[in-house]
């Protein structure tokens, strides 16, 4: 039987280009939820509601937090009508009874197609660090773990499919 007694705790995160250039390191990085809209089901004599899902998801909406403004980033940011193709590298250091294990430390990799929709800067005020917000509706999201062909999840708006690691979730 399999220990799970183990935490892991994320130790870094970069944010890549499509292209493979570094953004930078993110303070914050919200990953879109994957939640589908559902139908309650009620009939006579049931005992209660139930809640079933459909094939829709609600909207793909996620935000992320860099520590400085980089001037060519926010330019093409501040475009809503151009796709950025966009992968986030969360370094998982996982620890558990024995101390750090290695085995299963891993690097998570999460690829986005994001329009950004609302820029939110943090101001100016003597002393602060330069944040600045960023919001975005995604079009495709995909999970994998570094150095692995798996993937974990994979959600396409456009090509209409929704598939984790075994399977598609939906089939013909």
């Known amino acids: 039987m399999a220990d799970y007694r183990r935490f892991a705790s994320i130790v870094n995160a970069e944010v890549y280009k499509e292209d493979n250039s570094l953004l930078g390191i993110a303070r914050e990085f919200k990953i879109p ?34 520590q400085a403004l980089e001037p060519e980033l926010a330019e093409e940011f501040y475009n809503p009508t151009i796709s950025h193709k966009l992968q986030l590298h969360q370094r998982l250091d996982v620890n558990g009874p024995d101390g750090h294990d290695r085995e299963r430390s891993c690097t998570l990799i999460t690829i986005v197609s994001a329009r950004f929709f609302k820029t939110d800067a943090s101001g100016a005020k003597l002393g602060d660090l330069d944040e600045i917000d960023y919001e975005f509706t995604c079009s495709r999201l995909a999970q994998r773990v570094h150095d692995s062909d798996r993937t974990l999840l994979e959600i396409d708006v456009f090509a209409n499919t929704a598939r984790n690691s075994s399977c598609d979730i939906w089939t013909a």
């Open 33 to 66: 939820s994957i939640e589908w809209k559902t139908v309650d089901i009620e009939t006579l004599g049931q005992v209660a509601v139930y809640k079933t899902p459909t094939r829709v998801l609600e909207a793909l909406t996620g935000s992320m937090k860099f």
